[in-house]
């Protein structure tokens, strides 16, 4: 069982950064316009959006691995310490960063606090531009440290969220999608209806709302999603949840997320951490993990993030 959950742990990270690479050089473009230029996208493009080489990740895995190094390194979720280090990674200057993420950050490096400035950037944005999925995308590390401990689980997802995505309609994805990726590292057979058994008084209506066809799906009823790819949470979740879940394979669930265009590489983080989840690291293509530099730390964290609930 150990090897197997280390398996599903390795997954979620690996997963989500192939998702991240194999949508990051279509993001922005139509589903039919990526068919037209690539047919199915089944291989690490170079070039095409934000001009970067094959298997080259965003921000997505970028601030995924902030995380997980505090993780690791301080054994526990340290708010303050992974905000700082979400600032230092912004300041390296990547090439691709969420309006809303840059601008909560801003406001901690102008002297706000971390548990303020997410807060206060929510209520100065207007509705349609303040619930986006740049919490959603990088919260996974936390469902490997906190499997065991349901309760801790939602509360830390929540608060993560917060730091740049206040709005709760984001925190609440998060929480929802960690306690999804928990169950399913643990083997529980019905990993998402749990969580809604769980929680889902608690989910503000759009998200309990989307989430639920994904559970009939998943039952093999006949469900109308309409899914889009948009960078809102609420939709970024249900197209993730429903392709990582119902997908035969985590090539599949990749693929066809990044294959509905648009968001591309968020909505592939988010299926392929599902995905690895479900599969576990060894039914991630070894062609796409030797173009991801980054794939020997991820490895490396995701054991030392299940090795913190064992000490």
């Not at 996208?41 to 997505?60: F, K, N």
């Not at 995308?137 to 309760?151: F, G, L």
């Not at 998060?174 to 019905?190: E, G, R, S, W």
């Not at 469900?223 to 889009?228: F, G, N, Q, T, W």
Request: overall charge negative.
């Amino acid at each position: 069982m150990a090897n197997d959950c280390q398996s599903r742990a390795q997954g979620i990270l690996l997963g989500l950064a192939c998702g991240d690479a194999l949508g990051r050089p279509v993001e922005f473009q139509g589903p039919d316009r990526i068919e037209r230029t690539h047919g199915r996208v089944t291989e690490m493009l170079a070039h095409g959006t934000h001009g970067q080489p094959a298997g080259t990740i965003t921000d997505d895995t970028e601030m995924a691995l902030c995380i997980a190094r505090s993780l690791a390194e301080h054994g526990a979720f340290e708010p303050e310490d992974i905000a700082t280090r979400f600032i230092d990674w912004k300041r390296s200057g990547p090439f691709d960063i969420g309006i809303m993420t840059s601008s909560a950050l801003q406001r901690i490096q102008n002297g706000e606090s971390w548990d303020e400035a997410g807060q206060r950037e929510w209520e100065a944005s207007t509705e349609g531009s303040n619930a986006g999925n740049g919490s959603l995308m990088r919260c996974a590390p936390y469902a490997i440290a906190y499997q065991d401990e349901p309760v801790e689980l939602v509360d830390i997802s929540r608060q993560s969220s917060a730091i740049t995505h206040a709005d709760p309609r984001c925190q609440w994805s998060c929480a929802l999608f960690n306690q999804t990726l928990a169950n399913l590292l643990i083997d529980v057979d019905q990993p998402l209806e749990r969580v809604l058994d769980d929680i889902g008084s608690e989910l503000p209506d759009d998200v309990r709302n989307a989430v639920e066809p994904v559970t009939a799906a998943r039952r093999g009823e006949p469900v109308d999603i309409s899914l889009e790819n948009s960078g809102y949470v609420v939709t970024t979740l249900q197209a993730g949840l429903y392709h990582g879940l119902t997908a035969e394979t985590a090539e599949d669930a990749i693929v066809d997320a990044v294959m509905m265009g648009g968001d591309t590489d968020t909505i592939g983080a988010v299926a392929g951490a599902v995905a690895g989840a479900r599969f576990g690291e060894g039914t991630l293509p070894e062609r796409w993990l030797t173009d991801i530099d980054e794939i020997d730390e991820l490895r490396q964290l995701a054991f030392d993030l299940i090795e913190l609930r064992s000490n």
